[in-house]
């Protein structure tokens, strides 16, 4: 009933993403352990900021790794990123150059 689902695809992209998870999870633990001496972990803001920075690279890491790799989904998560940033810098610079 269901038809062909494209197995090829499916095992060639999932393979895609685990690499790039691996290779991002790897970022996100390395950077944490590279942030810790810049930042007092005894405090909330220290910790909070360690594990930000740490992900966000983790999360960048595993984009780029996606998008070299060709997956779709990151290049259509970029356009929608892309698509998104011109609706909303349009009426930013509206108003910034009607303020200035």
């Known amino acids: 009933k269901l038809g062909s689902i494209h197995d090829e695809y ?4 999932s393979l895609k993403i685990i690499i790039s998870a691996l ?8 950077s944490l352990y590279m942030i810790a ?8 803001w220290g910790v909070l900021i360690q ?10 890491v595993y984009l780029v790794i996606g998008w070299l790799l060709g997956l779709s989904e990151i290049h259509d998560l970029l356009k ?10 349009r009426p ?3 108003i910034w150059n009607w303020w200035s």
């Not at 594990?51 to 960048?60: D, E, F, P, Q």
């Open 10 to 13: 499916l095992i060639i992209n």
């Open 80 to 89: 929608l990123l892309r698509s998104t940033a011109n609706k909303i810098g």
């Open 51 to 60: 594990g930000a920075a740490s992900g966000l690279i983790g999360l960048v």
């Open 92 to 94: 930013i610079n509206i």
């Open 23 to 30: 290779i991002g999870g790897s970022a996100t633990f390395v």
């Open 37 to 44: 001496p810049m930042v007092n972990l005894h405090t909330y």
